[in-house]
């Protein structure tokens, strides 16, 4: 049973200098599979190309981050590429796409609309879609009840046990990574621990989100560049969920393994034998 990263930004350029060389190390730590969500369209084609060459799952989509770059036609030319893309099997979700609260200074009714209008494409599509949830969890549910989605995975989810019930009732897992690694992460590490066990999915979100290992605190960047996450770090990460959940490491990689493939069922074809 191989370890899935849920959620990897492969593309980013953080890894341009080394990416094959990531990727061997995810392999190498029996991370099998990942899935690469896209951030916003003029990366579309990179993407595609990238879960390819390495026999990954890719989502498309635009971030709610890059929605003050986008263009309005860029709706329209992801409704045109999931349609171009419809049978490749690799392609499992609508992606990324949200709301995010957190950053200041966005203007938050473009991220509102283009949220609503890629939830109606990933219906339109019949796709699931990968949720980025940032101080936002009430206003994405909001727009969850309007639009019904097949589902899909919250990333690095960080909402409140209510929240976090609501995206399950929606047929939503629940992304959990570095952050889990932290023992004052009491809020998520709870959530991680008291989910129903079909919620819980694994992912790095690399290069971002790094474990408390590769951690570097804001007074000691002068000193250390902030530290790259990478995939190669799930299994560890996962340990976190295992002692949490009081689950073996085989059984925490085979019920996260399944919650994916639950969320995103064209992941079934792609981690069965021979794939
Ligand atoms: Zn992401």
């Given at each position: 049973m191989p370890w899935i990263d849920?959620?990897?930004?492969?593309?980013?350029?953080?890894?341009?200098?080394?990416r094959d060389a990531v990727m061997q190390r995810a392999r190498l730590a029996g991370v099998g599979m990942l899935v690469l969500p896209a951030v916003a369209v003029a990366g579309f084609e990179t993407l595609i190309a990238l879960a390819h060459r390495h026999r990954l799952a890719y989502a498309l989509g635009i971030h709610p981050l890059c929605v003050d770059g986008a263009a309005d036609a860029d709706l329209d030319r992801l409704d045109q590429a999931l349609q171009q893309h419809?049978?490749?099997?690799?392609?499992?979700?609508?992606?990324?796409i949200g709301l995010d609260h957190?950053?200041?200074?966005?203007?938050r009714a473009r991220q509102e609309r283009f949220y609503a209008a890629q939830l109606k494409l990933a219906r339109a599509h019949g796709l699931p879609v990968i949720l980025h949830v940032r101080r936002s969890a009430d206003g994405l549910l909001k727009h969850l009840r309007r639009t019904e989605v097949p589902g899909g995975i919250a990333h690095a989810f960080n909402g409140s046990d209510v929240q976090a019930r609501q995206f399950a009732a929606f047929g939503f897992k629940l992304g959990f990574g570095g952050?889990?690694?932290?023992?004052?992460?009491l809020q998520i590490r709870r959530l991680a621990a008291d989910l129903p066990a079909d919620v819980p999915v694994l992912e790095t979100d690399a290069p971002d989100i790094p474990p408390q290992w590769l951690y570097v605190k804001a007074g000691e960047r002068e000193q250390r560049a902030p530290s790259r996450n990478e995939p190669a770090e799930l299994p560890r990460i996962a340990e976190s969920l295992a002692a949490l959940r009081g689950w073996s490491i085989e059984e925490t990689a085979a019920r996260t393994a399944a919650n994916v493939a639950a969320a995103l069922p064209r992941m079934a074809a792609l981690l069965g034998p021979g794939a």
């Open positions: 849920s959620h990897c930004h492969l593309d980013a350029p953080e890894f341009d200098a080394d419809r049978d490749d099997p690799r392609l499992v979700a609508v992606g990324e957190f950053v200041p200074g966005l203007d952050a889990l690694t932290f023992e004052r992460a």
